[in-house]
C-alpha cells in the first residue's frame, strides 16, 4: 500500500492544475478531520478539475467539522468518528438532518520509534500504557527505557476512537501524555523519539515508523477491510440531508474508478 507523501500519479496532477480552475459562487465547502483532509483534498482537487466546480477543505477536526455542519457553515462534514447523540441532537434543534456516508475505511495505527524491538502489544498493554499504569518499555518485552506517550487533542476523531476501542471512554488518559495536533504532528514526534508511543490513521504510517501488531494482528488493507484489525473503522462525509447535486456527485466519488484509485494511492482502504 502507497502511503502518504510517496508519488500519487492522480492526486498529485490533479492538485497542481486545478488551482483557479472554479467559476465564482459555484462551490462546496468541507471542514472537519485531519485524517480525512488528505483524502478531501484530493477529491476536491480532481471535483474541481472535472467540473469546474470550487471546492474548498479545512482541517479543523472531526468536532468541529460537526459544529460545522450543525450551522451550517460548511455542505460537508468530513469525519473519523460518528456523530455523537448531543450532535445529532443539537443538529436536530437547528433543522439539520446528518447523513453519514462513508468515503473510505481506515485503521488507527499504533506506532513506535523504528529502533524499539516491540513488535506486538494487546489492547490490554495499550490501554495500560495510556492511562498511565505501563510506564516503561521492560514492562511489555522492551527495552530499559521510560515510554513516552503521545496522544491527539480532545477535539480529534482519532483521540475519540482511540479511547472507545482502546481506553474507554470514561478512563482518562495519563497526564503525563503529550499532545499532538495532527497525524502529521505525532508521525513527527514518535519518530524522532526512540521511547516514544502513539496513534494514527494507517494513511500516516509511513517508513519512518514502526508499526506495531495489536493483538498479534498487523493494521493492513487486508486487515482493515475484513475487521480482523481491531481498531478499524469507518471515515465520513456527514451532509445535511440525504446528497444531491454537485455535492451527491463529490459524496459518490468513493465508487468511481478514479476515486478508488485517489484512496489507494493516499494509503486508505476502499469499502465499494
Given at each position: 500500500m502507497k502511503r502518504l507523501g510517496k508519488k500519487l500519479s492522480i492526486a498529485a496532477i490533479v492538485l497542481l492544475t486545478a488551482t483557479g480552475s472554479a467559476e465564482?459562487?459555484?462551490?462546496?465547502?468541507?471542514?472537519?478531520?485531519?485524517?480525512?483532509?488528505?483524502?478531501a483534498k484530493s477529491f476536491a482537487a480532481y471535483f474541481t478539475r472535472k467540473y469546474n466546480i470550487a471546492v474548498t477543505v479545512s482541517e479543523s477536526g472531526s468536532g468541529n467539522g460537526a459544529k460545522s455542519l450543525i450551522n451550517k457553515s460548511c455542505d460537508i462534514a468530513s469525519m473519523s468518528r460518528p456523530l455523537k447523540p448531543q450532535e445529532?441532537?443539537?443538529?436536530?434543534?437547528?433543522?439539520?438532518n446528518p447523513i453519514s456516508n462513508v468515503v473510505a475505511l481506515d485503521g488507527i495505527a499504533i506506532v513506535v520509534h523504528p529502533s524499539n524491538p516491540v513488535r506486538s502489544l494487546t489492547t490490554a498493554q495499550i490501554a495500560d500504557i495510556y492511562?498511565?499504569?505501563?510506564?516503561?518499555?521492560?514492562?511489555?518485552?522492551?527495552?530499559?527505557?521510560?515510554?513516552?506517550?503521545?496522544?491527539?487533542?480532545?477535539?480529534?476523531?482519532?483521540?475519540?476512537s482511540f479511547k472507545e476501542m482502546v481506553v474507554g471512554k470514561e478512563n482518562p488518559v495519563t497526564r503525563n501524555a503529550e499532545t499532538q495536533a495532527s497525524n502529521g504532528a505525532v508521525k513527527s514526534r514518535v519518530s524522532l523519539t526512540r521511547g516514544a508511543i502513539g496513534f494514527l490513521g494507517l494513511g500516516f504510517a509511513d517508513s519512518s515508523l514502526k508499526k506495531v501488531a495489536v493483538n498479534g494482528v498487523m493494521p493492513t488493507p487486508v486487515t482493515v477491510k475484513n475487521g480482523t484489525y481491531p481498531?478499524?473503522?469507518?471515515?465520513?462525509?456527514?451532509?445535511?440531508?440525504?446528497?444531491?447535486g454537485s455535492v451527491k456527485q463529490l459524496v459518490d466519488l468513493p465508487k468511481s474508478v478514479d476515486g478508488k484509485k485517489i484512496i489507494n494511492e493516499l494509503g486508505f482502504i476502499n469499502k465499494y
Open positions: 465564482a459562487g459555484n462551490s462546496i465547502v468541507i471542514d472537519g478531520s485531519t485524517t480525512v483532509g488528505p483524502l445529532l441532537s443539537a443538529a436536530k434543534s437547528k433543522g439539520v492511562k498511565g499504569k505501563i510506564t516503561n518499555w521492560s514492562q511489555v518485552g522492551g527495552p530499559n527505557a521510560n515510554i513516552v506517550v503521545i496522544q491527539r487533542e480532545s477535539n480529534s476523531g482519532t483521540q475519540e481498531l478499524s473503522r469507518p471515515l465520513y462525509f456527514v451532509t445535511n440531508g440525504q446528497p444531491s
